[in-house]
């Protein structure tokens, strides 16, 4: 079934960059029937796969495109894929499920070294319950800058104040403690 599915994906969007990519693949001798199966080459053979996922994520603008690559790119210390993910995640033209994905990823990669981008998407409350995944990076790296806006949070909707709530506890300061007997008898 799946299969099939892919192939009339690839009938239906002939923009597609996935056939393009299984034939890359393919040639450099990995054997599959179905694209999901590259996964299982990951991440032991992510120096030869995740380059051409990375050049063809930058190719397409097809929603279901992105997303098989960006389930190519969700594993710890894949920081290589972070960069590109960036422009997606800053661009008005790229949906909001597409950003909640790159979101996800930023959080399983785990890479410190964007923390700047870290806030950057953090400050941006239109993201609503999509920056969760970086409400946990910042309070697992414990950034300082963060804390402000992690207050803030609180105040937004349940999921983020539930999140916000997580990442503050990490920093273990007495003086954040207000913040938490606000909400003890909170349902």
């Known amino acids: 079934m799946k299969k099939k599915d892919e192939e009339e994906y690839q009938k239906n969007n002939p923009d597609s960059t996935l056939s393009l990519f299984e034939n890359k693949i393919k040639e450099l001798g990995y054997e599959f029937e179905i694209l999901d199966q590259v996964k299982l080459f990951l991440p032991k053979h992510k120096k030869h ?3 051409i996922a990375m050049q063809f994520y930058t190719q ?16 710890k210390g894949f920081e290589d894929c972070i960069p590109l993910m960036l422009v997606d995640m800053y661009s008005a033209d790229v949906s909001i499920s597409i950003k909640s994905l790159i979101a996800e990823n930023l959080r399983v990669i785990h890479s410190s070294k964007y923390i700047d981008d870290y806030l950057r998407i ?6 609503g319950d999509v920056r969760n995944p970086i409400i946990v990076l910042v309070g697992d790296f414990k950034v300082e800058q963060a804390i402000p806006m992690l207050i803030s949070a609180l105040d937004e909707e349940k999921n983020i104040t539930t999140n916000a709530l997580d990442a503050l506890g990490k920093y ?3 003086e954040l403690r207000m913040y938490f007997e606000k909400y003890l008898n909170h349902k």
């Open 122 to 127: 953090l400050s941006m409350k239109e993201l």
């Open 172 to 174: 273990k300061r007495s």
């Open 60 to 75: 397409t603008n097809l929603e279901r495109d992105k997303r098989y690559f960006l389930g190519l790119f969700h594993y």
């Open 49 to 51: 796969i995740i380059p």
